[in-house]
């Protein structure tokens, strides 16, 4: 095997993550060594996390983010807790301050175990988020599946976290979509050149919802940082909910995110390490670390 690094895998509330440390390498993990991970079904992963250096000033570290299908992506809410889950338990720190291709992002451990992050500004512009041709109004826009008389899922709101989230209301239970049917349809859609995350949401109350995610590169997950933030901003902003929402999502677990009168929004839930081990960068090849005897 070439020169490993490790890594550890994790989840943040069901949704896959490897937390790769290639801090003091120059390298980063190849498009090809996240399919081979991602084939292998001990360590298949919805995204891998790489710390990497800092690269600015005033940042701990950057954290580069791969999505299954070897993309990148510009954020990860489930993903960014599991790093400082993973760094607060090396260093004894709680806090830090993060660079994502999106951005400058502060996270913080809790003494419960939770961990907070904000995921930054969201923005509704159409050029921002992006779409392929201009809406004045992102609250709701013209795009449906299903028949063109009695559509499936019709008039999304769309989001930037950073990343491209379009947001379907429905008022029946989330599982009895296809999401998986209309999913990959939707995510490649041409109004959304870049792709995008799509979201199928369900108020239930003016602080609740239940959110099921067809993750762009991913597929179908059990839970989605970003989008949780996206469908809480669009609730929101549709007048939905306040600005304060609790999210279960499809693994079972919940998510909580405030919208803040500062623009910032906040995720907070939980992360879970799994195991340990160590890879080449280049190709994807593991090893389990196994566990001394205490
Ligand atoms: N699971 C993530 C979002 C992952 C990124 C997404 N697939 C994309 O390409 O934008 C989260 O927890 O936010």
Not at 2 to 13: E, L, Q, V, Y
Not at 53 to 78: H, K, M, P, Y
Request: net charge negative; glycine share 10%.
């Amino acid at each position: 095997m070439a020169s490993t690094a490790p890594f550890a895998k994790m989840n943040g509330i069901g949704n896959e993550i490897i937390v790769a440390d290639m801090r003091g390498r120059a390298d980063r993990v190849a498009p090809a060594a996240a399919l081979a991970l991602n084939a292998d079904a001990a360590t298949k992963f919805d995204q891998i996390m790489a710390i990497h250096d800092a690269r600015t000033s005033g940042t701990a570290f950057f954290i580069d983010i791969l999505n299954s299908d070897g993309t990148g992506a510009q954020a990860c809410g489930n993903g960014m807790r599991c790093v400082v889950q993973a760094l607060a338990a090396e260093t004894g720190q709680k806090t830090f301050a993060f660079e994502t291709v999106a951005g400058i992002l502060n996270a913080e451990e809790h003494a419960d175990g939770l961990i907070s992050v904000d995921m930054g500004k969201p923005h509704f512009g159409w050029q921002d988020i992006p779409l392929a041709e201009e809406f004045r109004d992102t609250r709701m826009i013209e795009l449906q599946v299903g028949p063109i008389d009695a559509p499936v899922l019709h008039s999304p709101s769309v989001v930037s976290m950073g990343n491209p989230h379009a947001i379907f209301w429905v008022d029946r239970d989330v599982w009895s979509y296809e999401l998986d049917r209309f999913g990959p349809l939707l995510e490649n859609h041409p109004i959304f050149p870049e792709r995008a995350n799509i979201t199928i949401a369900r108020v239930t109350s003016t602080e609740t919802m239940v959110i099921r995610t067809w993750e762009r590169g991913a597929g179908l997950t059990k839970a989605c940082g970003t989008a949780a933030c996206a469908a809480a901003v669009a609730a929101a902003r549709t007048r939905r909910t306040g600005r304060s929402v609790s999210l279960v999502t499809p693994g079972g677990g919940s998510l909580h995110v405030e919208w803040r009168g500062d623009d910032h929004v906040i995720l907070t839930g939980a992360a879970e390490w799994e195991f340990s081990g160590s890879f080449d960068p280049a190709t994807g090849v593991w090893a389990r670390v196994t566990e001394s005897a205490a």
